[in-house]
């Protein structure tokens, strides 16, 4: 995948990824981007490790891997924001 192709795959998958949980989600369309692509680098992975198919072209199987990891990113996200808050 080219570069400009990872930028519009982590966008739609952050984006995805912020609608699907509830309560707010940090950052604007820069942060969105990049947590679709840390996204997509995580369900590629697990995807591989579970016998999937990998991350590897833009498409729907590629959309739901990447949505997927970025939905785990943005739960460990808000699970350490929730022990900073809560530690005070």
């Known amino acids: 995948m080219s570069f400009f192709t990872w930028i519009i795959l982590g966008l739609v998958a952050g984006a995805l990824a912020k609608f699907l949980l509830p309560g707010k989600q940090p950052?604007?369309?820069?942060?969105?981007?990049?947590?679709?692509?840390?996204g997509a680098l995580i369900g590629g992975y697990l995807g591989q490790m579970l016998g999937w198919s990998k991350v590897q072209s833009f498409d729907l199987w590629s959309i739901l891997l990447s949505t997927g990891g970025a939905i785990i990113l943005l739960l460990v996200y808000g699970a350490i924001q929730k022990n900073k808050t809560s530690g005070k």
Do not use: E, K, R
Request: hydrophobic share 65%; glycine share 24%.
């Open 27 to 38: 950052g604007g369309l820069f942060v969105t981007i990049l947590i679709g692509i840390a």
